[in-house]
């Protein structure tokens, strides 16, 4: 990471040379952290995502691991505040982004329903598929986005709503009984509702 | 992805998070229910029923109250203000549209998790679900239009058992009597609760629980002789535990007379298509239940 960091104002340049290994994935997600931590704003970090993003030729995993950095961090939410309005420029294109990051990457599969597969002959794909149909949040990861989503879902672009509610649907499945926002989600969830539902008069009664 | 499956995404996917968010929001999501059934969409009115898990947890009432008030209640209401000779299947295809009961089976609609959950809740769905498809046979045998003839009303008459808690009346001919079985002519939805009813008295017996307390409490509350044919068939494979309690349905005639053509009928096999093998456990089952006696 220190030498990725030694490359950071040429990074995409560096990645090229040394023929863009996938291994070193995890490393310019390390490196997102690393630059969000040690300044007092977000300008380096977003500085960096913006070469990737104008490398066209970069597969997108590249972007996706500096735009979800945040999300592995300790002070998630402080970044997040501070790279609200680029995540939300675009028509919130980034944070849709990540949004579906979190969505695909940060969850486990629900090993619950393994015994469910014994009886079936599928191949391997076709099982972890299956276990991934409705995938356990990474609660430590997830615990914050919520927390900064719920807080700021009325100033988010329409745009974003539908990969948002596919999050609210995934941790009101998995979150236990009772447990942390799963009222503020309902909430939400039944106003947006009210809002969409063409048939349904709630004043009549 | 085009407009119209964004919407219908968005809509199904909300509705899903409210349907399980019952637990921290019981009073709105009861309301959402309560409005949904009278005035919702076809799609919102079919997702609540399928979404039966997170209901019957926390509002095992209030989904029954949907249940029964989507297909019961209405239907009757809407054959009274119409002709009396309604086509009989009218009930069945609107079930039939809003949950998908084929093929029969214990675990096909919310019968036997209501029953598992909320054994209360459970008898009730299933009974006014029974009962009203046997007021229905009753009210067809007295119409004069049948089948697009013109004939002598009968009047069929009720088989009445004495049960520890009082008399009580049974209706049915030979037909209904088997309306517990895959095979009978009964509509799916009802053959599927009958048999979820079945499968939990199984489990209940199985458990140690009291036969003559358990025959009384479901039979009480039945109007319909396939649930004497049910119970018949549970004492038949427990008689040690179930003597007692079958003794006020073997002491009538006109179950022995009933339960004949159920022997006869299981004993023909069954009718199986399933090209995709997508039905294995349930045919299983029901060669199973065959091989009782």
Redesign the interface.
């Known amino acids: 990471m220190r030498i990725l960091d030694q490359h950071r104002h040429n990074l995409v340049d560096f990645l090229r040379s040394v023929n863009l290994p996938l291994g070193l994935l995890r490393a310019v997600q390390l490196l997102g952290i690393f630059v969000l931590e040690s300044s007092s704003d977000v300008t380096d970090w977003i500085q960096l995502i913006t070469q990737v993003e104008l490398a066209t030729d970069l597969a997108p995993k590249w972007r996706q691991a500096l735009l979800s950095s945040p999300l592995i961090s300790t002070n998630a939410k402080e970044f997040l505040d501070k790279a609200e309005l680029f995540l939300i420029a675009n028509d919130g294109i980034r944070l849709n982004d990540l949004l579906v990051a979190l969505r695909t990457v940060q969850v486990n599969p629900d090993s619950s329903l393994l015994p469910l597969t014994e009886s079936i002959e599928q191949t391997s794909d076709a099982i972890l598929s299956l276990l991934l149909t409705y995938p356990i949040p990474r609660w430590n990861v997830w615990l914050p986005m919520m927390a900064w989503l719920l807080e700021n879902a009325n100033k988010f672009p329409a745009s974003i709503?539908?990969e948002m509610?596919?999050l609210?649907?995934i941790w009101?499945?998995k979150a236990p009984?009772?447990a942390i926002y799963?009222?503020e989600?309902?909430?939400l969830?039944?106003r947006?509702?009210k809002e969409?539902?063409?048939?349904?008069?709630?004043d009549?009664? | 992805m085009t407009r119209n499956d964004?919407?219908e995404?968005?809509?199904s996917?909300?509705?899903?998070?409210?349907l399980?968010?019952a637990?921290?929001?019981p009073e709105?999501?009861a309301k959402?229910l309560?409005?949904?059934q009278?005035?919702?969409?076809f799609e919102?009115q079919q997702q609540i029923l399928k979404a039966y898990n997170p209901l019957v947890n926390h509002l095992a009432k209030d989904y029954t109250d949907f249940f029964l008030n989507l297909f019961v209640t209405k239907v009757e209401k809407r054959r009274a203000a119409r002709h009396e000779y309604e086509d009989e299947n009218l009930d069945a295809d609107k079930v039939h549209l809003h949950i998908d009961f084929l093929p029969p089976a214990p675990f096909q609609g919310p019968f036997l998790y209501t029953l598992a959950h909320d054994e209360d809740e459970g008898l009730r769905l299933i009974h006014t679900l029974v009962n009203a498809s046997t007021r229905y046979w009753r009210k067809r045998w007295k119409q004069r239009y049948y089948h697009g003839s013109f004939r002598e009303p009968i009047h069929p008459l009720p088989i009445q058992i004495r049960l520890p808690s009082g008399e009580h009346e049974f209706w049915g001919d030979p037909r209904v009597y088997m309306w517990f079985r895959p095979k009978s002519h009964g509509l799916d939805g009802v053959v599927s609760a009958l048999m979820a009813l079945e499968h939990w008295m199984d489990m209940q017996i199985q458990k140690g629980r009291d036969a003559v307390e358990l025959f009384d409490k479901v039979l009480s509350g039945s109007d319909c002789v396939a649930t004497l044919g049910l119970c018949l068939g549970i004492a038949m494979a427990y008689v040690d535990k179930c003597m007692h309690a079958a003794l006020p349905i073997v002491s009538s005639p006109a179950i022995w007379r009933m339960d004949i053509p159920r022997l006869s009928m299981d004993s023909t096999g069954n009718i199986e298509s399933d090209p995709f093998n997508r039905y294995q456990q349930i045919y299983k089952l029901r060669a199973e239940l065959d091989q009782r006696v």
């Open positions: 709503r539908l509610v596919r609210m649907e009101q499945r009984n009772g799963r009222k989600i309902g909430e969830a039944l947006w509702l969409t539902e063409r048939t349904y008069d709630y009549k009664e | 964004y919407r995404e968005y809509e996917r909300l509705r899903s998070i409210v399980h968010s637990d921290v929001l709105e999501v959402y309560t409005q949904t009278k005035y919702g969409d919102a």
